[in-house]
């Protein structure tokens, strides 16, 4: 039977080469190799450089005053992971191969001080034969990692952008410069007899009318030459029973590499969303595919977690003429949804926990959060997070790796980079299109305007007449059919919303406003005319809490927040001093007044927009706040959960509106 081996227990051990140095130099056991820049720590796995460095005591907090930029010299070196693989794992004449779920950014695999491949991208698995290069006893594994891009912050240019390494953490208005270099996810072994699935798929759907289900599964099941064939057994049954499988097949191994196995009329419980249907029941069911020969033995084994939900999409109340449908429907039922744009818990987020997601997913859920909008700037997350998601009814909105750049937003269209981007589509589809909580593919983030950057200013969206947008399209098309793809957010003919152009039919999709314009007054009368069919980013800007800034502001003074202090320039964009001064016609007694006054106003603007567009359902379909949580200690931001996870007021006002 295939064999998989969690490499996070072992010894990992970490250290850093000046540039070139392991092509210099054979690549030899780095506990006793001469050269070294930094000597061997301890490497935690899944993790970061930093995080390693940092748990030895060789890097500041980052998050302190300006310290992160005393990290910055970890992107100037070569780093060096190692491990001892042991002897007790390598069966003999079965082949073995590394997976790596996740690498931030690029370099090579060693085994033995022999290469056996190199990577590149942080949003795609990366697997490596070790079997030619095993010898007898313990062998020797190492993951060198190369200098990472120099530059792919908020200020660019998105048509060219050629490096798939998450941007948010190159500065962004909510993140200053924090490059990680790590192991960011599962490093696995896979010791294989030969028998083993490939290619994975099952698509679930419902009949509304009979109540019952479907599932369609497909894959490739392989075997070594010569071996006798084995039987495939698939077997659905309800997570919370698994005694009594609710159906079950055997075919061969033929039968099942050739033609796609389909069940209709499947009585199973549908799947909610969080605060809709039957008291938000969300029941998960395990489709567990086995390769048994014809002793019973099983070979391999693989188990999806699916559910079952029907969704349509349908026109909103007094929608246009040719807009798109933005009404969602789920199990018959149409529903608001509402939620929060999700970005990473922290820049260095290979040391983010399980329980750091779910603290937040929690947080979301007991808002009354029904949708998640995982945004292209950062990074396909973790398993665990969709699994969460399915348990706590919270769909998702998954966005591929694409976002705007400031100077020109415009995507990639030269045919290289079209195949590039089709494969990491692809490959997050194979990994994360059987969850149930999934809604939706999108394109990315704000991509709009033109090639040369003159229409940025008009918010035109990008559409389906793009190459690189059409492919991707493709893609989900023959991946996902069942699932809507959206060319990016926002999207139709305008990207913002402005008050002039109400009533025009031009505010499908929008994005904005992050900010309130003017006394109250008029921030509720822009609400209260909008006429936009979906918003999937609104936002304010709120302090963090006094207590967090006075944490984290280091040897710098917490008062005032202006560009004059380095504590509050850190996010400059959000700040409101001067809407102080000119509100109240003096300066603040001190932070905790400023503190006070400026998360009320954020609570106060996002309760009275969240309102507008619900009462405005079925004519608006929705709404989703910009920010979710922060992944720096900013003295402001849009974000409604502030660095420790903890909800701002402005998080316990929507929870009023959301839940009403």
């Known amino acids: 039977m295939k064999i998989v081996k969690d490499l996070a227990q072992l010894d990992w051990v970490l250290a850093g080469l000046t540039p070139n140095h392991g092509q210099f130099r054979r690549l030899e056991d780095i506990r006793t190799m001469p050269g070294l820049e930094v000597l061997p720590v301890r490497g935690h796995v899944p993790g970061s450089v930093q995080g390693s460095l940092r ?59 022999v290469e056996v491949g190199a990577f590149q991208g942080s949003f795609v698995p990366h697997t490596f034969d070790l079997t030619p290069n095993l010898q007898p006893g313990e062998n020797r594994l190492q993951i060198l990692f190369d200098l990472p891009p120099r530059w792919l912050g908020m200020y660019n240019r998105t048509s060219q952008i050629r490096e798939w390494k998450p941007r948010f953490y190159y500065t962004w208005d909510w993140q200053p410069r924090f490059v990680q270099t790590g192991i960011w996810d599962a490093v696995t072994l896979e010791i294989s007899d030969g028998y083993e699935f490939a290619g994975l798929v099952c698509t679930t759907d419902v009949d509304i009318a009979s109540g019952t289900g479907s599932l369609r599964i497909e894959g490739r099941a392989s075997k070594p030459t010569q071996a006798d064939d084995c039987q495939i057994e698939v077997t659905l049954y309800a997570t919370d029973d698994v005694t009594h499988p609710i159906v079950q097949t055997m075919l061969s191994a033929a ?6 196995l389909t069940w209709e009329g499947l009585p199973v419980r549908l799947w909610w969303p969080n605060g809709a249907g039957s008291h938000g029941d969300r029941p998960l069911y395990a489709l567990r595919c086995r390769m048994v020969d014809a002793a019973g033995q099983i070979h391999d084994e693989q188990v999806r977690t699916v559910g079952f939900k029907s969704i349509v999409w349908l026109p909103c109340r007094d929608t246009p003429a040719g807009a798109d449908p933005w009404l969602c429907t789920i199990n018959g039922q149409p529903v608001f949804l509402q939620g929060v744009n999700w970005t990473p818990i922290r820049p260095n987020f290979a040391d983010v926990t399980v329980e750091d997601i779910r603290l937040r997913l929690e947080e979301y859920r007991d808002m009354g959060c029904n949708l998640l909008r995982v945004w292209g700037g950062g990074v396909l997350e973790r398993e665990i997070f969709y699994d969460l998601c399915d348990q706590l009814g919270l769909l998702v909105w998954q ?134 069919l979906f918003r999937s980013e609104v936002g304010m ?26 504590i509050w320039r850190l996010a400059s964009w959000w700040i409101e001093w001067p809407v102080f001064l000119a509100e109240m016609g003096r300066e603040p007694t001190d932070l905790d007044e400023y503190v006070t006054w400026s998360q009320a106003r954020q609570a106060e603007a996002l309760a009275i927009a969240a309102r507008a567009c619900k009462d405005r359902f079925p004519a608006c379909g929705g709404m989703i706040i910009w920010m979710g949580h922060d992944a720096f200690p900013c003295a402001a931001n849009t974000a409604i959960l502030d660095f420790d996870g903890q909800p701002k007021p402005a998080a316990l006002a929507l929870r009023e509106v959301f839940r009403s």
């Open 399 to 532: 966005e591929f790796p694409l976002s705007s750049s400031a100077y020109e937003n415009w995507p990639p269209e030269d045919p290289a980079v079209i195949a590039e981007l089709a494969g990491i589509a692809a490959s997050y589809i194979t990994r994360r299109q059987h969850h149930v909580s999934l809604l939706l593919w999108c394109g990315g983030n704000e991509l709009q305007g033109s090639l040369d950057g003159a229409h940025m200013g008009m918010g035109r969206p990008v559409t389906l007449a793009h190459p690189l947008i059409r492919r991707l399209q493709e893609v989900v098309g023959a991946q996902d059919p069942t699932r809507r793809f959206l060319p990016a957010s926002p999207s139709g003919p305008r990207a913002f919303a402005t008050a002039a152009e109400y009533g025009q039919g031009m505010h499908w999709d929008v994005h904005g406003p992050w900010n309130r314009r003017g006394d109250l007054a008029a921030w509720i009368d822009y609400w209260q005319h909008d006429d936009a």
């Open 541 to 566: 800007p709120g302090a963090s809490p006094a207590a967090l800034i006075r944490r984290h502001k280091g040897s710098y003074p917490e008062t005032p927040g202006t560009e004059a202090n380095a």
């Open 255 to 260: 039968d099942f590499s050739r033609n796609p």
């Open 55 to 113: 748990a030895a005591g060789l890097l500041p907090d980052w998050n302190i005053g300006l310290n992160g930029r005393a990290c910055e010299w970890v992107e100037h070196r070569q780093w060096l992971y190692q491990a001892t693989l042991p002897d007790a794992w390598l069966a003999t004449g079965q082949r073995v191969t590394l997976r790596c779920e996740g690498l931030d950014y690029s370099g090579w695999v060693l085994l033995n001080g």
